[in-house]
């Protein structure tokens, strides 16, 4: 019975990270995303990793989720994946075969499960690993930065003029005449 | 066959289809996703080998970290992707490349 709530969740997961992949419009996309990180944070719910699963959850399928729907609501709904360079048979070849490889080495290996009752996660974050603590609020204050420049001159909207020489610009045109 | 066997496979999988979709995607937007995808794989390994590990609390901070760094990461992505939007009119990485030749 645990197993079988263990597979439903990994194929729920792994299917809607399939769709969001091969998914044409960016919304569906960004919502397979949001599905995927619910159905991850449940699985680490259930492998005991509570604050990781809240984190996941909270930041993976809600704030992550906002930011995505906010910049495409930015750049418009146009921006639609286009058509692969790569072969898609020879992409599949190539992810199955490293895919596999991988399964197969560690697969054999996996010990059984240890647990160390002592660690507490707040004695592992905050003082074993005070340095990239540190980091994290580096990173964080990246973050606002970031979001900052996601807000900034967003007034002139998606039909603004490229700044490209106008010699690239008659190199892609018929690119565009093709889409 | 054990739960935690299940999460590795279902790790490695999300790891192959992040990585194809890496492969065929030439969207930016669509290529911050992919990313994500891929980090859910990632975070999914670090808890499962912290458990097997014996080194669990280890294994759980390494995820958080992890979580963060990327959630940076797609902020920060975001905000290019949208500038070049803005500035090229396209999010085709291809059609947004100067490089001749």
């Given at each position: 019975m645990e197993n079988a709530v263990y597979i439903t969740l990994g194929l729920g997961a792994v299917f809607c990270a399939y769709r969001a992949v091969i998914a044409v419009r960016l919304l569906s996309s960004m919502l397979y995303l949001a599905c995927v990180s619910a159905l991850v944070s449940i699985l680490l719910y259930l492998m005991g990793a509570i604050e990781v699963a809240v984190i996941e959850l909270s930041v993976g399928a809600g704030l992550v989720t906002v930011l995505f729907v906010y910049a495409l609501s930015v750049v418009g709904e146009d921006a639609r994946d286009l058509l692969s360079v790569i072969p898609k048979p020879l992409a599949w070849f190539t992810i199955l075969l490293v895919a596999g490889l991988v399964a197969w080495l560690t697969f054999p290996t996996l010990p059984r499960p240890a647990q160390?009752?002592?660690?507490?996660l707040k004695e592992a974050l905050w003082?074993?690993?005070?340095l990239d603590v540190w980091v994290q609020i580096a990173l964080i204050f990246s973050g606002v930065m970031g979001v900052l420049g996601l807000l900034a001159?967003?007034?002139?909207?998606?039909a603004a003029q490229p700044l490209e020489p106008k010699s690239a610009r008659i190199a892609h045109q018929p690119e565009e005449d093709a889409e | 066959m054990t739960p935690l066997d299940i999460v590795l496979l279902v790790a490695v999988l999300l790891l192959g289809v992040a990585f194809y979709g890496l492969l065929i995607t030439r969207n930016l937007i669509k290529m911050v996703v992919v990313l994500q995808l891929l980090v859910k794989g990632v975070v999914l390994a670090l808890v499962l080998a912290g458990n097997v590990g014996g080194r669990a609390a280890l294994g759980h901070s390494i995820a958080v970290t992890v979580i963060v760094a990327d959630t940076v990461v797609a902020v920060v992505a975001l905000a290019l992707a949208v500038q070049v939007r803005l500035r090229f009119?396209?999010?085709?990485i291809p059609g947004i490349s100067s490089l001749k030749g």
């Open positions: 160390d009752g002592i660690l507490s003082q074993r690993r005070a001159d967003t007034g002139r909207g998606p | 009119g396209t999010l085709d």
